[in-house]
């Protein structure tokens, strides 16, 4: 099977799988892109963009179910410690209690719970609170989180009003906090353990205490 052909069966894959997801969830109408996003986003934001570069696809993929694609933001200490128990009820709870334009008015960053992730509810609670874009950008960039969104999530965020502008720049803030994450990902302690000699038999027990015959 050649590559196209093997992405564009991994792709119809997904999709059967996002519409069973729907058939067991309350799947509304407006729901329907982020079921999209949590069944399929991290297999296919990684054929995108590349698993070595996805630092929230393992947090909020397999972990967080269908749920998950209501996740598109975390901090550092979500993402290292891969809560995925954190990320499936903030998912959980933005499903059930989205964040109003009132709390993202009172808020004074983008994660309008603190919980820790920013979702797709409160992106779209602060535009319908009336923020500015360079207002939203600025309140997700103070959360110090990582952003990252599917294709879906992208389209989930401009059907409800907010700018692609906002959406094309939301994954290049707190630049430093990801290449940090990143760096942290990638490089592995180095083992401090001394390989004895070549030739030294091995120590099994202790020394024998019987007298030479």
Same mark, same amino acid.
């Given at each position: 099977?050649?590559? #196209? ?20 969830? %309350? ?8 079921? !999209? ?13 590349? *698993?070595? $570069?996805? =630092?929230?696809?393992?947090? &909020?993929?397999?972990? !967080? ?8 933001? !975390?901090? #550092?200490?979500? &993402?290292?410690?891969?809560? $995925?128990?954190?990320?499936? *009820? ?7 209690? @989205?964040?109003?334009?009132? *709390? ?15 979702? =797709? ?10 923020? #500015? ?23 989930? =965020? ?12 939301? *994954? +290049?803030?707190?630049?430093? +906090? ?9 490089? !592995? @302690?180095?083992? +401090? ?7 030294? @038999?091995?120590? &099994?027990?202790? @020394?024998?205490?019987? %007298?030479?015959?």
């Amino acid at each position: 099977m050649s590559k #196209s052909n093997m992405w564009n069966a991994l792709l119809v894959g997904l999709s059967a799988i996002t519409f069973a997801g729907c058939a067991n969830l %309350p799947c509304s109408k407006g729901t329907q892109g982020a079921v !999209a996003g949590g069944a399929g986003g991290a297999a296919v934001g990684a054929a995108i963009g590349g *698993e070595q $570069h996805r =630092l929230l696809g393992a947090l &909020i993929g397999g972990a !967080a179910g269908a749920a998950g694609g209501y996740v598109v933001g !975390a901090n #550092s200490d979500k &993402i290292l410690g891969k809560d $995925h128990d954190s990320a499936q *009820e903030a998912a959980r709870r933005s499903q059930e209690r @989205p964040a109003t334009a009132q *709390e993202a008015m009172q808020a004074t960053t983008a994660d309008v719970n603190g919980d820790g992730f920013v979702t =797709l509810d409160e992106v779209v609670a602060m535009k319908e609170a009336g923020l #500015s874009e360079f207002q939203m950008l600025d309140r997700m960039r103070a959360t110090n989180q990582v952003f990252e969104l599917t294709p879906d999530q992208r389209q989930y =965020l401009v059907d409800r009003g907010v700018s692609r502008s906002v959406v094309d720049q939301m *994954e +290049t803030l707190n630049k430093d +906090t990801r290449d940090r994450l990143m760096t942290n990902r990638t490089s !592995a @302690p180095a083992s +401090t353990t001394t390989a004895p000699p070549l030739g030294t @038999p091995p120590v &099994i027990g202790q @020394p024998s205490t019987l %007298p030479p015959r």
